[in-house]
Nanobody, 123 residues
């Protein structure tokens, strides 16, 4: 089992920045691939970014490439999502996920999820 707790969401103006954190506990975090997804009201949960267990590989949705950066600190059992140049269309609940073996861009690949943190970007 892996328990995930997100933090760092909030209200920000367009063009601003936020950094989300996801603290993990439970099974060995260092060997677990991690991801971030988001879900806007009335829409499906979409892939945002993913990172391999070593941090050596990262993946991004086209909509966030060049603006968002995923990283991890295995010593702190934490994964981060740095979000810069935020846009109103980035408004959503952001979810941390863990445990994918392959297809890191797919929600069905992850058995473990956090409770989500709200990000609201005003225009």
């Amino acid at each position: 089992q892996v328990q995930l707790v997100e933090s760092g969401g909030g209200l920000v103006q367009a063009g601003g920045s936020l950094r989300l954190s996801c603290a993990a506990s439970g099974r060995t975090f260092s060997y677990v691939h991690m991801g971030w997804f988001r879900q806007a009201p009335g829409k499906e949960r979409d892939f945002v970014a993913a990172i391999s267990w070593s941090g050596g590989y990262t993946y991004y949705a086209d909509s966030v490439k060049g603006r968002f950066t995923i990283s991890r600190d295995n010593a702190k059992n934490t994964v981060y999502l740095q979000m810069n140049n935020l846009k109103p269309e980035d408004t959503a609940v952001y979810y941390c996920s863990a445990g994918a073996i392959q297809r890191l861009q797919m929600t069905a690949s992850y058995p473990y999820w956090g409770q989500g943190t709200q990000v609201t970007v005003s225009s």
